[in-house]
């Protein structure tokens, strides 16, 4: 009987009802001619309800189940189905309710409501997009069923709760991988790069497209075959990159609910990935106040999981990062000139100038490259047109923090140190582009 009156709720249509029933009543009281009536609705209402409940609890049942990838990926759409099997001989209107992992903060969960047939089977899909790496815990899926008279329903609880970790953008590093195996990154924003200098190893003839350096264009093969047809030449292999993340306190600033650290991570996922694809080797090495996680740089398929296991534990600090101990480090563990793509973030020239000098000593031995983040809300003020006082001072504010980034990026450069200042949302795209740019111009 517990378990029977548990599962029993009633729709608000049958509220609904019984408050005009009710008001008859009420009205039945200053003129009798309605009370007869109101006695026979609320016996039909009470009889239709006793139907009701009938037809649910005897007609059938609902099976549910979750369905999903083992591995969530961060900041990216992934689908979650979910496998419903109606049971019952009647028609039957299902609203269900999957509990999300409280790191959504979804006041209402997942709430949908489905019309079955008898015997129906069907799928419902919905997409999460999670925004921190870590284990995620689903919980129950709650169903209630209710007939087409709608006056009450009956609550199924399908018992799932499932965990599945979020690992950092593994969506996006494929997206990426197929377009490199094709050359074709240019259909995701990678820019076409023109080579500045050619290797000694001839490749292939191939058709001239827009970006190709004319002067690998090859007369002869263009004569037989009526079109341009241009010399290719193989890029050097099996050079060193790796991403250097800081994981101050610096990189906790949120951006689109994401933090510039995983920004900075789902960034060098893709970027080791397309650098293996590309038969160079990528490393990864992080640091907060104290030393963190070292990779070697390999260019084995197995390297870029081993770099994702890494990164799914990495998390910020509140401290200061010592970036003379990563450079110690760095100086010790990789002696081969290598390409460092350093994700950090400087909000003032003040806190550059503290790190220059180490900075500029790991440039005398690696080609070093600062990748550090525009702010895009101070990028909107500035954009925006002001109409008081208030807000013109505001834009002030912002303008002199955005000019002030601009001039540590040309400091920067005036010591030999590439720079990326990049909005959080692009910065995949551009750490790909600037690393093909460093490729097609044998910098390394």
């Known amino acids: 009987m517990r378990k029977f009156l548990s599962s029993l709720f009633f729709h608000s249509r049958f509220f609904y009802i019984a408050t005009a029933i009710i008001l008859l009543f009420v009205v039945g009281y200053f003129v009798p001619v309605f009370l007869p009536i109101s006695k026979i609705l609320l016996l039909l209402l009470i009889l239709i309800t006793i139907l009701d409940i009938f037809l649910l609890y005897k007609s059938g049942t609902v099976f549910v189940t979750r369905s999903m990838s083992e591995k969530l990926s961060n900041g990216d759409k992934n689908p979650i189905e979910l496998y419903i099997e109606s049971r019952y001989t009647i028609p039957i209107t299902l609203e269900v309710i999957d509990e999300l992992p409280e790191q959504f903060q979804f006041r209402s969960d997942i709430h949908a409501k489905l019309d079955f047939s008898p015997n129906m089977k069907g799928m419902y899909q919905y997409d999460v997009t999670p925004k921190k790496r870590g284990e995620y815990t689903f919980g129950n899926i709650i169903v209630f069923v209710r007939s087409k008279l709608s006056l009450v329903k009956k609550k199924f609880i399908a018992t799932t709760p499932s965990t599945v970790a979020v690992y950092p953008s593994y969506i996006q590093m494929r997206k990426y991988e197929l377009m490199a195996i094709s050359n074709r990154l240019t ?11 050619q290797s000694n190893e001839f490749d292939q003839i191939k058709q001239y497209i827009p970006g190709d350096d004319y002067r690998t264009i090859n007369w002869k093969a263009t004569a037989r075959s009526q079109q341009l047809m241009v010399n290719q030449y193989t890029d050097e292999k099996s050079q060193q990159i790796y991403c250097i993340i800081d994981k101050g306190r610096t990189m ?5 609910g994401m933090t510039l650290l995983d920004y900075a991570i789902n960034a060098t996922v893709s970027l080791a990935n397309v650098a293996i694809v590309k038969d160079d080797k990528a490393g990864l090495v ?36 010592s970036y003379e101990l990563v450079t110690g480090s760095l100086l010790s563990l990789i002696p081969q000139r290598s390409l460092l793509m350093f994700f950090t973030n400087f909000e003032t020239s003040f806190g550059m100038q503290r790190q220059l000098p180490y900075l500029k000593m790991l440039a005398k031995r690696h080609l070093v490259v600062v990748v550090f983040f525009e702010n895009t809300e101070l990028h909107e003020i500035t954009t925006s047109v002001s109409t008081s006082t208030e807000e013109i001072y505001t834009k002030a504010i912002a303008e002199s923090f955005e000019l002030e980034k601009k001039l540590i990026v040309k400091e920067l450069q005036q010591h030999g140190i590439l720079t990326l200042l990049v909005q959080p949302k692009e910065l995949t795209v551009s750490v790909i582009n600037k690393y093909l740019e460093i490729k097609s111009r044998r910098l390394l």
Not at 187 to 197: E, L, M, V
Not at 252 to 256: A, L, V
Request: glycine residues 6%; proline residues 2%; aromatic residues 12%.
């Open 252 to 256: 906790k600033m949120p951006f689109e």
């Open 286 to 321: 992080t640091f907060s106040n104290r030393a963190g996680a070292f990779v070697k740089a390999d260019k084995k398929r197995i390297q870029t999981k081993k770099i994702i296991e890494v990164l799914y534990n990495q998390k910020s600090s509140f401290k200061e990062s």
């Open 187 to 197: 259909d995701y924003g990678i820019k076409k790069i023109r080579k500045t200098g």
